[in-house]
């Protein structure tokens, strides 16, 4: 059950919601949200339910151990039960892909076994590896109720899709919270925002992006360049608005439940360098590998050589997290090689360069990188990055690019605002205006606005279910 | 402030909580959509198996977004908010951009020996290659019972256009079943083959075609034609229909040709057999008014709404009476031209040669020759056969995707002396079609 699906909305959202309201106790909110949880994890697969059970009990009986020894023995406890959650990962995500490259290169095994990736293993795996990490270094105390540690790790707001929530910044809210009615407010507009943001803006991104990145080699070896570029245009317009998009539901749950979860993007797609672009996107992602990888291997304090070689290390794991794929390995360090050059540049040159040539340069980066990122068949994705160059021979432009961009010029400019501050400082404007009218206007859309994107976003999201058929089939 | 924050919330939560309830009332959910022509997903049944894999709740969200109970309401919205999206006058629905090259007409078809080929894109890229017997796509062991959806479609206000792509091992597999045919019915039946042109090759000039990568229907059919035995008779209408490219050939609401298409394609085929046409002013004339098609089911588009098709029928001279037996060999007495005002504005193509069912026959008193004909046709061919009736004393159409029985076995029963193979471009070309029209045609 995807946040932006219908079922999850009217059947799954609102009992939750309304059931988290009308309970009185912490406690009993707590229960009621663990249950849920796990209905919601159980809804994808039953079987899935039972690594994340066993995932959840590893870091929670390590971590009760740690919390008693102390020394080497504490250290040991840290690294048995990481490799334990860093093995099921392993198994799960990355062990067909090692077979796969086995096989190609030696012969053995004959027969791959087809691995289900368990849904969202990769981000739970993430929190308890920073919730053993932070029990080990002393920053949290470990949490001696195995439902609670089960709660942080299953909850339905961020435990298929992020944001990856540390413990510590949890903890406290774990126990005791309050919503009021300026959370209610603050979390009903985040999610509607976010859900509006994938049903409407995401979702018609990807027809786009899918006009011309669909199809095998041959077929892609035939589009124009525009074509390939608009989609690129669009992917990339997509990727943001969707992900961020589950973010702002994630965050807005929270709030409706009480829990402040940090921000997971901050703008990224206008930012003047790669550097800055990874401090702004996906930033719970960054910020594990900054706090536990890059900075316990040395960070940048051993030298430039040891920093290269960290930076080396953590943008092959960034790349493999993102799946197990050749195309992830090869966008990671796409990213590497990016930031590896900006270290190399000092800071005062890149400054001289006028923003909007540094603009452009990061928005063909953007692009450039998801396409990366899309194609998981290298083939194809050679004969895209070709094609963009106009290596393919085809024609620069043709009816089918013109006939697509002039019917989504408008959804195009609309999404590339969305992924700007524009409309987020305008609402400031607005509501810091001095001018009455003005800020009868604010009110209005403050009041209106989650009501009218949740009937627009369930207008679409009925709209994606209308598939005619020429005759009856029945 | 404080005052905002409640109105704000109370009004959400109303809403949210309206629509909930809407959701929950079980029999407001629709089970059919009338528009889209298809049963709606049905609630799916409890199975261990799917409980653990996934799949039983994957179908409770399917069929809780697909039988929402105000869904006509909603999708109406989205389509209205879609057209916020751009200049949607011109749009490109579906994404087959890309047909196989057609190859020169003397080289012959990639393996003729083969019964079936594999899918389009091994086909584009190795086109010499014998197919292992693993990449031979599934057949379809009976009826179609998916229905059919639209291939990609070119949409101009009002008009919408299907839009062709070869796909050669479909073409190969449709010729040697042809031959197939002629060779088990012997010298004494005529096969003929009309591949009927779709809209776009027809209404669309070369370079617009080009621009949009289509395949050029002409030459698909002069392929087709060309791969068949000597004895067949492969017709091209294209030229003929492409001479009247002016007049309403196709509807523009619906992805078929209208009886005056039918009608030039049944002078060619009189060509052929060398006998005269009749001419249209011979036959009654009906015609029936606001007739919205697939095209308009596929985009909802108010500009097709707002002008609407005309369906013209030509009621043939001899009789106007026929027999059809449907999917479950059910007999009913039926008009070739039959009366549809009364029906939907999305069925008024139902009015000729009792529209898609298996099996139909009519018999005209007028011709005592003992002459007799099949045509083996889609949806298309119900507006051509109606010309057919005044030619010969027995019609027999089947439909290639609900016949049960071989086409051989009908022939031989019947004594029929002419076989009719009346189907569009896509359905002489797709391996999916292709596939059922192999299994008319089995080795004896």
Redesign the interface.
């Known amino acids: 059950?995807v946040f932006s699906?219908?079922?999850?909305?009217?059947?799954f959202?609102?009992?939750t919601?309304l059931g988290h309201g009308l309970l009185k106790s912490v406690k009993a909110k707590n229960i009621f949200l663990l249950i849920a949880s796990l209905i919601f994890y159980s809804?994808?697969?039953?079987?899935f339910t039972a690594i994340l059970l066993f995932d959840v009990f590893v870091s929670w009986f390590f971590a009760l151990l740690m919390q008693v020894y102390k020394g080497k023995v504490r250290r040991r406890l840290l690294a048995l039960c990481v490799t334990l959650l860093l093995s099921v990962l392993g198994v799960f995500k990355y062990l067909t892909f090692l077979l796969e490259n086995l096989r190609l290169l030696t012969g053995f095994p004959k027969v791959v076994p087809d691995i289900v990736l368990p849904l969202g293993i990769s981000f739970y795996t993430f929190q308890l590896i920073s919730y053993a990490v932070d029990v080990y270094r002393g920053k949290v105390r470990a949490q001696r109720r195995f439902w609670m540690l089960l709660l942080y790790a299953s909850l339905f707001h961020q435990c298929v899709a992020g944001p990856i929530v540390r413990y510590g910044d949890l903890a406290r809210e774990l126990e005791d919270r309050q919503v009021t009615?300026?959370h209610?407010?603050r979390g009903?507009s985040r999610f509607?925002v976010g859900l509006a943001k994938k049903s409407?803006l995401a979702n018609?991104c990807a027809v786009v992006a899918?006009?011309f990145f669909?199809?095998?080699a041959?077929?892609l070896a035939?589009r124009p360049v525009a074509g390939l570029w608009l989609s690129a245009l669009a992917y990339a317009l997509q990727i943001y608005l969707d992900f961020s998009a589950y973010s702002d539901m994630a965050i807005g749950m929270g709030l409706m439940c009480g829990f402040h979860y940090r921000e997971n993007f901050n703008y990224p797609y206008v930012s003047l360098s790669v550097t800055e672009f990874w401090r702004n996107w996906h930033i719970s992602l960054s910020s594990f590998f900054r706090d536990y990888v890059y900075i316990p291997l040395g960070g940048n304090r051993r030298g430039r050589a040891r920093q290269i070689l960290n930076l080396f290390v953590v943008w092959l794991l960034t790349g493999l997290w993102h799946g197990a794929s050749w195309n992830y390995i090869i966008w990671g360090m796409f990213f590497f090689l990016l930031l590896a050059l900006e270290k190399a540049i000092p800071d005062r040159v890149l400054r001289a360069v006028p923003g909007v040539f540094r603009y452009a340069a990061m928005l063909l980066i953007i692009c450039l990188s998801w396409v990366i990122f899309r194609f998981e068949d290298l083939h194809s994705l050679l004969t895209v990055l070709a094609g963009m160059l106009g290596l393919n021979g085809n024609a620069p432009f043709?009816?089918?690019a013109g006939?697509?961009?002039?019917?989504?010029?408008?959804?195009?400019l609309v999404s590339a605002v969305a992924c700007t501050p524009f409309w987020h400082n305008l609402r400031l404007w607005l509501r810091d205006s001095r001018s009455a009218a003005l800020k009868v206007l604010y009110?209005t859309y403050?009041?209106?606005h989650?009501?009218l994107l949740?009937?627009?976003s369930?207008?679409?999201?009925?709209?994606?279910?209308?598939?005619?058929?020429?005759?009856?089939?029945? | 402030?404080?005052r905002?924050?409640?109105?704000?919330?109370i009004?959400?939560?109303?809403?949210?909580?309206v629509?909930?309830v809407i959701?929950?009332i079980w029999p407001l959910r629709p089970q059919?959509?009338e528009?889209?022509?298809?049963?709606l997903t049905p609630f799916p049944q409890l199975t261990l198996a799917g409980?653990?894999?996934?799949s039983f709740?994957g179908e409770?969200?399917?069929w809780?977004?697909?039988t929402?109970p105000?869904?006509d309401v909603?999708?109406r919205?989205?389509?209205r908010?879609?057209s916020?999206?751009?200049?949607?006058t011109?749009?490109?629905i579906g994404?087959g951009?890309?047909g196989d090259d057609i190859p020169d007409v003397t080289s012959g078809p990639t393996d003729a020996t083969s019964p079936a080929s594999a899918p389009t894109?091994t086909a584009?890229?190795q086109p010499t290659e014998t197919l292992p017997p693993d990449t031979v796509p599934p057949d379809t062991g009976g009826p179609v019972?998916?229905?059919?959806?639209?291939g990609s479609i070119f949409v101009s206000g009002d008009s919408a256009y299907s839009l062709f792509y070869f796909n050669r091992t479909g073409a190969d597999r449709y010729a040697q079943a042809i031959n197939r045919a002629h060779r088990l019915l012997g010298g004494n039946v005529n096969i003929y083959s009309i591949a009927i042109p779709l809209s776009s090759g027809i209404l669309f000039d070369k370079s617009?075609q080009e621009?949009?990568?289509l395949s050029d229907e002409r030459a698909a059919i002069e392929y087709i034609n060309g791969l068949m035995d000597p004895g067949v008779h492969g017709l091209n209408i294209y030229d003929v229909l492409k001479a009247h490219d002016d007049e309403y050939l196709y509807f523009r609401t619906d992805?078929h040709w209208t009886a005056l298409g039918a009608y030039y394609a049944y002078t060619e085929l009189c060509r052929e057999k060398g006998v005269a046409p009749h001419t249209l002013d011979q036959f009654e004339e009906k015609t029936f008014t606001g007739f919205l098609g697939?095209f308009y089911?596929?985009t909802l588009s108010e500009d097709m709404k707002g002008n609407p098709d005309t369906v013209k029928a030509y009621v043939p001279m001899g009789t106007n009476r026929m027999v059809y037996a449907d999917k479950n060999g059910k007999e009913t007495n039926w008009d070739i031209i039959h009366n549809v005002d009364g029906y939907k504005t999305g069925a008024k193509y139902y009015c000729f040669s009792g529209s898609?069912q298996p099996y139909s026959y009519a018999h005209n008193p007028q011709i005592t020759d003992g002459s007799s004909c099949v045509v083996i046709k889609d949806?298309f061919g119900n507006a051509f056969i109606p010309f057919l009736i005044d030619h010969y004393e027995h019609v027999y159409w089947i439909d290639f995707r609900y016949y049960n029985g071989t086409l051989t076995d009908l022939v031989r029963e019947k004594g029929i002396g002419d076989v009719i193979f009346c189907l569009n471009l896509d359905n002489t070309t797709s391996n999916g079609a292709v596939g059922l029209v192999d299994r008319l045609i089995p080795e004896d």
């Open positions: 059950m699906s219908m079922s999850f909305v009217f059947m959202f609102a009992v919601i809804w994808a697969s039953l079987g009615q300026a209610l407010s009903i509607t409407i018609s899918d006009a669909s199809g095998g041959s077929a035939a043709n009816a089918v006939i697509t961009l002039r019917s989504n010029w408008v959804l195009l009110r403050d009041i209106l989650p009501a949740l009937v627009l369930t207008m679409v999201l009925t709209g994606n279910t209308y598939n005619p058929f020429i005759y009856w089939t029945f | 402030m404080k905002t924050n409640r109105i704000k919330n009004l959400f939560f109303t809403v949210l909580g629509l909930a959701g929950a059919v959509s528009v889209e022509k298809r049963k409980v653990m894999d996934g709740t409770i969200d399917k809780y977004a697909d929402y105000l869904r909603f999708i919205g989205a389509n908010l879609k916020l999206y751009g200049n949607r011109v749009t490109i994404n951009d890309h894109e584009a890229t019972t998916d229905g059919e959806v639209l617009l621009d949009i990568g992805h697939s089911s596929k898609d949806s």
